[in-house]
């Protein structure tokens, strides 16, 4: 190379990796595997690198810089979600870095890693699918105040802050067994997730309750977007006993089943009972008004930065668990779905 000095995106370019990671082999994290790390160390031996910790020191002092990571930013909740962080940070004088990491953890640890290099001040995160407690030790041995938020992460020793999806998604179908529905489906949601697991076990829980069959053909699986919930409503109408009503993992899933309904010439709201969960601004406008489990997305953006704004001006980065009350939010869409006789009506 002609130019005097080598540069961290110099080692990057040779390794074929990028700048985050190398930042991550210099500060030794243990989210780098063996085979990457060898390559960047013989990148940084071959071209003659030297890491200037005083520098790097100097960058990563305290900035007025928030970060906030969401696993899906096509989603209106997390989007919804950002808004509530920003209001508080920008009041109390911080700017918010936000990323969508798509799902995608090694993205998740790309940007968490640039977002420390540019000295954060704390981090709100709702990590992507498969994210473990090790890939939040570098954020602790910082001293970096942490606050998840949507799904938990078991072991993570950072503060979290979750809505109630157990007692929400019970509220869902003792909503429905009242108006006589017996088949209630459970439709959408990763069940590798901590939030499908919680909404699923108060599901099967009121059903229970409510002396319901639990069938295991009523659950069905699918991405939690606007599509999977086409696909997801259309696998459950082409059961033989098929369901009268759905409990759906989101409010993207709900307005999906609601278009997979108007496919099959079924009326959501009239034929078929729906219900969805996160109450995001778009469900009052939707034709049918969209029964919703209430979380309040804005509001628990603002409850998360204000517990992360606590840690950062205490200076302790001390992990706190907080579980948010929801509310059953009830329209059109889950009115209907059963006539007078109790069969199903269309």
Known sequence: ?????????????????????VSLVLQASPLVNEATRAKVQAAIRDLGYVYNRSAANLRQAKSRIVGIVVNDLTNSFFAELAVGVDQVVQSA??????????????????VIASMMEHGIS????????????????PLVAAGIPVVIVVRNISGSKVSSLMAD??????????????FGHRRIAFLGGFPDTTVFTERMQGYRAAMEKAG?????????????SRAG????????????????????????????ACDGLRARKLEPGLDFAVVGFDDVIEAKAAVPALTTVSVD???MGARAAQLLLKQINSGKAEAEAIVTSVRL??????????????RKSA
Do not use: W
Not at 8 to 15: F, N, R
Not at 212 to 224: D, R
Not at 231 to 243: F, K, N, Q, Y
């Open 229 to 256: 919930g086409v696909d997801a409503v259309g696998r459950a109408l082409a059961l033989a006993d098929r369901p009268t009503a759905a409990v759906c993992f989101n409010d993207a899933v709900a307005f999906g």
């Open 212 to 224: 319901l069959v639990v069938a295991e053909e009523l659950v069905v699986g699918s991405a939690p």
């Open 329 to 342: 939010a009830v329209r059109e869409s889950s009115r209907g779905g059963l006539n007078t006789s109790g």
């Open 297 to 299: 997305p804005q509001a």
């Open 165 to 178: 999806n157990h007692g929400g998604a019970y509220q869902a179908v003792e909503h429905l067994a009242g």
């Open 93 to 110: 004088g911080y700017v918010q870095f936000l990323s969508n990491t798509g799902e995608n953890v090694d993205r998740q640890r790309e």
């Open 1 to 21: 190379m002609s130019k005097d000095r080598i540069t961290v995106v110099d080692v990057a370019e040779a390794a074929g990796v990028s700048k985050s990671t």
């Open 122 to 137: 704390g981090l709100v995160v709702s990590p992507a699918r498969g994210t473990t407690a090790q890939d939040f030790k």
